[in-house]
């Protein structure tokens, strides 16, 4: 589907501050503000004309150099450590804890630790029969990623889940690097424990930070993320965009997806249908 973006925009102005918004194909928008987000936008529209995707930069939209993204429930469609849960009898309990991390109620650190503990004495076979039959990719995001990859654009994939799950998933998607946390195994079975440093919220933000200072100066950047621990990492970006996310994850970003795919995020940026590589 071709642009849209012959038509003239719209302007908003509230308390002496103007921004555009222009339909960029369907319902999706892009704004010119650099400080605008989605809780500023939706002061502005009523239900009727809300967005399904919008956008908003101060410099005009080009495609980034650097992709940086969350995993669970970004570039999959499920939340490995509750699907893991699942295999030991315990998703619901699990999935509470997971919950309220993702929505910014419970230190991630303390949450990830006690989620793993519940999880001693799983058999490591677990692993690989959740990901074989539970985990799949988001749909559009294997378009997304070869589609920016096409274009000159490094990705990352980094995730307060599991080595375990990420560098399998990041194989399937073909990003560049992949870095998360690695569940501690000992004599075929979880040992409750975590091997190394925690990757969290500020472990998301510095990669993307040194990724794009290894790159060079002037680096348009790419975030995607959900949850609460994607914040810092999405408000670093160029792009933070918000995928189906939590309401504070929503109002952090500089963009988001509510409903559509992740392809959605190339529209956004103006690369065209006919360049998308498929999946």
Not at 67 to 79: C, L
Not at 169 to 188: K, S, T
Not at 210 to 232: F, H, K, S, W, Y
Request: hydrophobic share 45%; with cysteine.
């Amino acid at each position: 589907m071709e642009t849209l973006r012959d038509a003239p925009p719209q302007w908003l102005i509230d308390e002496g501050v103007a921004f555009s918004i222009q339909q960029v194909a369907g319902d999706l928008f892009e704004l010119d503000w650099s400080t605008a987000n989605s809780q500023m936008l939706d002061r502005f529209l009523d239900e009727s004309l809300r967005p399904d995707a919008a956008l908003v930069s101060d410099r005009g939209f080009a495609i980034p150099q650097l992709f940086v993204s969350d995993m669970d429930s970004t570039m999959i469609g499920q939340e490995c450590i509750d699907e893991l849960a699942d295999f030991a009898g315990i998703k619901h309990q699990i999935a509470a804890i997971t919950e309220r991390a993702m929505q910014g109620e419970l230190d991630f650190e303390s949450a990830l630790r006690e989620r793993v503990m519940l999880l001693r004495d799983l058999s490591e076979g677990a692993i690989l029969e959740c990901l074989n039959t539970r985990i799949e990719p988001m749909p559009g995001a294997a378009t997304l990623v070869a589609t920016l990859k096409a274009h000159g654009c490094r990705t990352v994939l980094v995730t307060g889940g599991f080595h375990q799950f990420a560098d399998p998933v990041g194989e399937w998607l073909g990003f560049d690097r992949v870095v998360g946390n690695r569940l501690a195994i000992e004599g075929g079975s979880l040992t409750g424990d975590l091997v190394g440093p925690i990757t969290d919220s500020s472990v998301k933000k510095s990669v993307l930070i040194e990724e794009a200072e290894q790159l060079g100066d002037g680096l348009v950047t790419l975030a995607t993320g959900d949850g609460a621990n994607d914040i810092p990492m999405l408000v670093a970006a160029t792009y933070g965009i918000a995928y189906r996310a939590k309401p504070g994850a929503r109002a952090a970003a500089n963009g988001w997806i509510d409903r559509g795919d992740l392809t959605a995020v190339l529209r956004l940026l103006d690369i065209p249908e006919r360049s998308w590589v498929r999946d």
